[in-house]
């Protein structure tokens, strides 16, 4: 299996280009950039971004947040119609350890048969989150992710998922990390463990001003606060985590850890900055 490596950069930024290009080249991997979606020059509202319905999981998200959802969509359309089984999909801001390409090289031996997951998270945060216990395959070891998680810094996807994403999402409301992450019944994300990356925002290590900043939090052309819907709305939504949590409070996540799960921080790569102390 063959696996293309792609990071996701704003024209506007080439500062963070020659960041992810730095850190390629350290570990002997070679990076294709894919030009994100400009939120402060999109034009309109796209065709896939669909508001106001009960159907997804937020009424409403901002302009940079549609635009990120945008640029992701960009990623695994080329991976979907590439002529690799697979790619590997990073945000522009992420330390990557030396063992990113020995991970990539073990998948490579991999039938679609013995896929880890639906998607493979590399990346880890430094919040609390709910994994199963260990599987190894090939010299990876992964933990089913058991709860929607944050980050979509780094990720690898097969063909045939990324086609199913395109599908998905061809009409959205969300954030690309929450589709990517969250467990159902026809989709099964895995983080690899230890994580092969993390990105600035949760490393303790100096970044360049010119990487670290991002989308200015206060600008009103792509962060505007969006609504969150109708009361009838925002209750379902409610109702529907009071259930999906209710499971965790009566023996579950005793029985997750009895099965050899854990609940808790992916550790790090030793080779990557260590967390951010918070």
């Given amino acids: 299996m063959k696996a293309e490596a792609l990071y996701i950069n704003l024209a506007r930024m080439p500062a963070r280009a020659a960041f992810m290009q730095d850190q390629a080249e350290r570990i ?12 402060q020059a999109l034009q309109g509202i796209p065709p896939e971004y669909d508001p106001h319905s009960r159907r997804h999981p937020r009424w409403e998200i901002a302009r940079s947040t549609m635009a990120c959802f945008l640029s992701h969509r960009l990623a695994w359309r080329r991976i979907a119609e ?14 990557l350890s030396a063992e990113l390409p020995a991970a990539l090289d073990r998948l490579a031996g991999l039938a679609f048969s013995d896929w880890p997951g639906s998607v493979l998270k590399l990346d880890g945060i430094d919040l609390p989150a709910r994994f199963g216990a260990i599987r190894e395959s090939a010299g990876l070891c ?4 058991r709860q929607t998680i944050s980050s979509a810094g780094a990720y690898v996807l097969h063909r045939r998922h990324a086609a199913a994403l ?20 026809d989709w ?3 983080q690899l463990t230890p994580a092969v990356a993390v990105q600035g925002v ?26 969150r819907g109708p009361l009838d709305y925002r209750l379902m939504k409610e109702a529907r985590r009071t259930w999906r949590r209710a499971p965790r409070r009566f023996g579950g996540d005793a029985r997750l850890l009895r099965e050899g799960g854990m609940i808790g921080s992916i550790p790090l790569a030793p080779d990557l900055p260590p967390y951010r102390k918070r």
């Fill in 82 to 95: 590439g002529e690799d089984d697979a790619g590997l999909v990073m945000e522009d801001d992420v330390f």
């Fill in 142 to 145: 992964t933990r089913e992710i």
């Fill in 202 to 227: 949760w490393a303790d290590a100096d970044m360049p001003a010119s990487v670290a900043e991002g989308e200015p939090a206060a600008d009103p052309r792509v962060n505007q606060p969006p609504a």
């Fill in 166 to 185: 395109l599908s998905r999402s061809s009409s959205f409301c969300d954030h690309p990390d929450d589709l990517l992450f969250t467990p159902r019944s």
């Fill in 188 to 190: 099964h994300p895995v």
């Fill in 28 to 39: 002997g991997l070679t990076l294709h950039r894919i030009e994100a979606v400009d939120a």
